[in-house]
């Protein structure tokens, strides 16, 4: 079985200033992670993902993640926020199973000041 | 490229009445979900299918929901008869190939609520 937990249902952080969204994993294989980001009456889009390979990964609009066998963890980060980064953000673990299951966490919502 | 179409954006309806969404994944792409996302929460998945064969439909409520993808492409999620618990935003995502690390691209969702 899998699941994600997200600590902290709002963070919120003034314009400029570093963004840290956590994520705490639980998986019985080997996982792959996700970091998706919602805007209010959108889709989830991609911000990046954990497949194996090098455990710092780079997505897209400046964020970053890292994964930390030892602590179960795949911190989302940023280090200087904007306004428009503002959404609501999951995180979502997978299996390799040759397929993709993914379990969604709860979700963490942003909240940027000027 | 389009992105992966839902319609309708939104849907109000009176309990026991059917409804259905709609979903166009984006071209060429084999393997699509429905998501069940309740507020506050993170999406679930009802269904998956690769090409016209659901292959994970065990969190699908079958005794009111169905689902199909006729030809591979378009799919179709029901619900007969829509009760209140079932008001939440129903999202459809679609990924290139069967993989454990393919990215899934998501539609902007259906916005149900049941009165």
């Known amino acids: 079985a899998q699941s994600v937990t997200q600590l902290g249902s709002h963070v919120s952080v003034s314009e400029g200033a570093l963004v840290l969204l956590r994520c705490n994993y639980s998986?019985?294989?080997?996982?792959?992670l996700f970091w998706y980001v919602q805007y209010p009456n959108q889709g989830l889009q991609l911000l990046l993902k954990y497949t194996s390979a090098a455990t710092l990964v780079k997505g897209i609009n400046g964020f970053e993640a890292e994964f930390k066998k030892s602590e179960t963890s795949f911190h989302l980060t940023k280090p200087s926020a904007h306004m428009s980064d503002a959404a609501e953000y999951f995180c979502a673990v997978s299996g390799d199973t040759g397929f993709q299951k993914l379990v969604f966490g709860t979700g963490t919502r942003l909240l940027v000041s000027p | 490229e389009a992105g992966v179409v839902q319609s309708p954006r939104y849907k109000i309806i009176e309990k026991k009445q059917p409804v259905a969404f709609w979903c166009n994944p984006i071209s060429g792409h084999n393997t699509l979900y429905w998501y069940l996302q309740n507020l506050g929460q993170g999406p679930e998945l009802l269904i998956r299918y690769e090409n016209e064969e659901a292959v994970d439909d065990s969190q699908l409520p079958k005794d009111r929901f169905s689902a199909e993808r006729l030809k591979g492409v378009d799919s179709t999620l029901k619900i007969q008869p829509a009760e209140l618990g079932d008001s939440a935003v129903y999202l459809c995502a679609s990924s290139a190939r069967q993989s454990s690390t393919d990215t899934q691209y998501f539609g902007p969702g259906t916005r149900l609520t049941v009165l």
């Open positions: 998986s019985s294989v080997p996982p792959y």
